[in-house]
């Protein structure tokens, strides 16, 4: 079972930080950094293989691409920038945390701008 | 007319399970907002699309966003060029390049269903008011389309990998080569890919070169 090592790495990792903080601040961050690394990549390799089944279900369905490319790519810009930010947040800096949260919805709302057009295309036609 | 109905029944249907399977994906923060806004405007875009066929006879869907976000990526380019120094122009050029080489690959195969070896795209550099334009496409394609039922088309791409890996050799020697080769494809779908290519990216029809990989 997978959860029992996120756990894992999760608890010794916190002990270490813990521990370590006391001593000195710095090594304490960049060891929770580094775990959130590591937990990441953990669950990388089972995301991809669900996304990937994703996809064949949508080419055999025969949908536009388009829906869920556009999808899977705003909720990997969500997560990402949520990753940043929490470490920036950890580390005590709130004001870069939230930068890094603003750049990800700016790109959010680049994803959308396309589909806003061809809506706003597609409604201005329909009217007569 | 009833292929149709079904095929977009199928679309909603499963555009809505895909999206409240993603929702417990997302990290619950306020991104959370945003992602409903966009997934409301596709929910609506995917209603509406039967009449969209209507109404602009033919074009879809997939056409209109790649269109919209093709023309943002250039304006992107402007804007970066107008910032940073010129140092670092080939760093963007070959950003946007590598962009507009994916999507058109992406066009290429999923759209129009041929399979693409190679593609090289030239764009405009000097002229600061049309940069970014495109001035010339060539391609390089596979021989057969991908249509097959698909096991045989499992036991072609074996085969495909073969040729490419030939072909990395003798790179050099293929450009030679190009003029004969896009001889050899005078049949219509050189044309349908120059007509689409032409319409969509807004680039002279002479200037696009296809030529075919022969599988043998």
């Known amino acids: 079972m997978e959860i029992y090592q996120i756990v894992a790495v999760g608890v010794v990792a916190t002990v270490l930080a813990v521990t370590v903080k006391n001593q000195n601040q710095e090594i304490g961050m960049f060891v929770s950094i580094v775990t959130g690394f590591v937990i990441f990549i953990f669950i990388v390799a089972k995301l991809q293989s669900v996304i990937e089944i994703l996809h064949q279900m949508a080419n055999k369905i025969n949908i536009d691409d388009i829906y869920l490319s556009t999808i899977l790519k705003i909720v990997g810009i969500a997560y990402i920038a949520e990753f940043g930010a929490q470490i920036c947040k950890d580390a005590g800096e709130g004001v870069i945390a939230s930068k890094i949260e603003f750049g990800g919805k700016v790109l959010i709302m680049v994803m959308a701008v396309p589909i806003l057009v061809s809506l706003m295309d597609l409604i201005i036609n329909m009217v007569p | ?216």
């Open chain 2, 1 to 216: 007319m009833m292929e149709g109905l079904r095929e977009w029944i199928v679309t909603i249907l499963s555009i809505i399970i895909f999206i409240t399977f993603v929702e417990f994906l997302l990290p619950n923060n306020n991104h959370k907002r945003y992602i409903n806004v966009i997934i409301g405007l596709m929910i609506m875009l995917v209603i509406l699309r039967p009449l969209m066929g209507l109404l602009s006879g033919g074009t879809t869907l997939g056409d209109n966003i790649l269109q919209a976000s093709n023309q943002m990526e250039v304006m992107t380019m402007q804007n970066r060029m107008d910032t940073i120094d010129l140092a670092n122009n080939e760093t963007v050029t070959r950003l946007y390049k590598d962009n507009l080489k994916e999507q058109m690959k992406h066009r290429l195969e999923k759209q129009l269903g041929y399979r693409v070896h190679d593609l090289e795209i030239e764009i405009e550099e000097v002229d600061k008011k049309n940069f970014g334009m495109i001035k010339g496409i060539t391609i390089v394609l596979l021989e057969e389309k991908q249509q097959e039922s698909p096991p045989e088309k499992n036991a072609k791409r074996i085969k495909d990998v073969e040729v490419s890996v030939n072909v990395h050799v003798s790179l050099s020697e293929k450009n030679n080569n190009n003029v004969q080769a896009s001889s050899i494809m005078i049949d219509s779908e050189g044309k349908v890919i120059k007509d689409d290519f032409s319409s969509f990216y807004q680039v002279d029809k002479d200037k696009i070169n296809i030529s075919v990989l022969k599988n043998k």
